[in-house]
């Protein structure tokens, strides 16, 4: 298209200089084909992404380019050093928007920069006072990120030097009561200031970003019929109201400090901890950020990643959830057949033993040498602990529950499996322990290898099973299971009891 351009271009000033440069026709044509040829050949020259840098005092040979991705940074381009601290970062493609970070060789991070609209700018400081110093050509979004920075350092310091007046003036409330008050205006002052930018340039990522930081600003509680402030309201106003500011479908935040803080945070400190809570808000999330496939993918993986390796009691669950409501049904387009079996078959060994789920029947000999049924051996509470005469942690746990069996009276058995395959060894163990409770051993199996039924890949494993054989606890130290069994059973008895008057 330029050559065409350029062509036309020589061919039309030739005519001019046939004509005459009286000829208003063929210059005005001649003046606008070269206005459009101008343009034609800018846009050419700003594709892709071109970062002039300058940092004064720096020794490094090569500095680094990288951008956030949820919680990990990624190396984007690098660049070599040149004269007074001058480098390129320079390519032929467009970079996706987000926060990056310039950092040096010694993975020492000198700043952020934001790029997105604009990303043919050029910036310099000094190594000795970076941030004040900072200064950007062609490039709105860090002009406004950086004022917007600068006037919180600003700000910050004031209200460290009014908490250090208060500390010294501490005997005098007059003057902590006016200095408190200019705290609160400084505060309201970088509120506004944030505001501000948004309500400035809306269409700015730094706008985007800056409505990503808000909180929820819980107002007046309101008063119960007892004359109390309802105590749950400020918990479920910032519960139903932490996303209002922030756009899930905006991939950009994905590559920022913030998307993975505020994910993380929302589902280990606000929403309840309990599976079928935190099941229920992350179908809610992820169908709020379904639109945008990038950031639908990263909360996917994100939320089962978070709980396939998760060492909390029955959050499994959520994993299980999360395998077949996404990845057997095909929605996790970024995942190989491969991967989708591999969680699928994982998912499929823990099904059988969720918290709730009736526990797997073993029929496993013991040491007379009969078949002895889990299902027919009655308890209150069952333990079912896995474990190697070998084994020094299985050795003390079984010494722990020994001493605590001996004296319980909760009505507690236990349904003791060891796995090694020497029934000599057993038996002596047995004897030495003095283990007066059902012992049988693994090897030795009517039903399907235990292995399997009960995904048992260390010793000791521990499951805690009511009089129903329902899987109430598992994968507990004998120090976590004592207190636990402990407070179950009076959560049953209380509970009975509410259901007693309730009748």
């Not at 950007?136 to 460290?160: L, P, Q, R, V, W």
């Not at 908490?163 to 010294?168: D, N, P, V, Y």
């Not at 020094?392 to 090694?420: L, P, Q």
Request: net charge negative; aromatic share 14%; glycine share 4%.
């Amino acid at each position: 298209m330029d050559t065409f351009i350029y062509n036309l271009l020589v061919i039309k000033t030739k005519q001019i200089f046939k004509s005459g440069i009286q000829n208003s026709t063929l210059k005005n044509t001649l003046l606008l084909i070269f206005i459009v040829f101008c343009l034609l050949h800018s846009n050419a020259s700003e594709k892709g992404y071109k970062i002039n840098v300058q940092i004064r005092g720096i020794s490094d040979t090569v500095c680094y380019l990288a951008n956030y991705y949820g919680d990990k940074t990624y190396l984007t381009d690098t660049a070599f050093v040149k004269a007074k601290g001058k480098f390129v970062f320079e390519g032929d493609s467009t970079l996706p928007g987000g926060v990056y970070i310039i950092a040096g060789q010694s993975n020492n991070r000198y700043f952020e920069v934001i790029i997105d609209r604009e990303q043919h700018f050029t910036l310099e400081t000094d190594l000795d006072d970076i941030m004040n110093r900072i200064k950007f050509t062609n490039s709105d979004d860090n002009i406004y990120f950086y004022n917007y920075i600068s006037n919180n350092i600003s700000n910050h310091k004031k209200i460290e030097s009014l908490k250090q007046r208060k500390t010294e003036l501490s005997e005098y409330p007059d003057s902590v009561q006016s200095i408190n008050q200019q705290i609160v205006d400084i505060n309201i002052g970088i509120k506004e200031y944030q505001q501000q930018i948004i309500n400035q340039y809306p269409e700015s990522f730094v706008s985007v970003l800056l409505n990503a930081m808000k909180e929820p600003e819980i107002g007046e509680v309101p008063i119960l019929e007892n004359g109390r402030e309802d105590s749950v309201y400020a918990y479920q106003y910032f519960k139903n109201h932490y996303w209002d500011y922030f756009d899930l479908t905006d991939e950009r935040l994905l590559r920022t400090p913030l998307f993975h803080k505020r994910l993380e945070r929302y589902f280990t400190s606000v929403i309840y901890q309990e599976p079928d809570t935190i099941t229920k808000e992350a179908d809610l999330i992820i169908n709020k950020a379904r639109t945008n496939k990038e950031v639908f993918k990263y909360i996917v993986w994100y939320l089962t990643y978070k709980f396939e390796t998760s060492k909390i009691m029955g959050f499994d669950e959520i994993f299980v959830h999360m395998v077949d409501t996404y990845y057997s049904t095909g929605q996790a387009y970024w995942s190989d057949s491969t991967v989708v079996r591999s969680l699928s078959k994982r998912a499929d060994a823990l099904r059988p033993i969720l918290i709730g789920k009736k526990a797997p029947e073993l029929i496993l000999i013991d040491t007379a040498g009969s078949f002895v049924s889990l299902y027919y051996s009655p308890a209150r509470y069952m333990i079912l602990i896995f474990y190697e005469t070998d084994c020094g942690h299985c050795r003390k746990e079984i010494d722990s529950m020994k001493v605590w069996y001996d004296n319980n009276d909760f009505g507690v058995g236990v349904f003791a499996i060891c796995t090694d395959t020497s029934l000599v060894k057993w038996k002596k163990f047995i004897v030495e322990k003095d283990l007066n409770w059902i012992n049988v051993n693994g090897t030795r199996s009517v039903t399907q290898d235990y292995h399997d039924l009960y995904d048992v890949n260390m010793t000791p494993t521990i499951f805690l099973l009511d009089e129903k054989k329902k899987i109430i606890a598992k994968r507990l130290k004998m120090e976590q299971l004592i207190p636990f069994i402990e407070n179950y059973e009076k959560y049953m008895i209380s509970d009975g009891e509410n259901e007693s008057l309730n009748n």
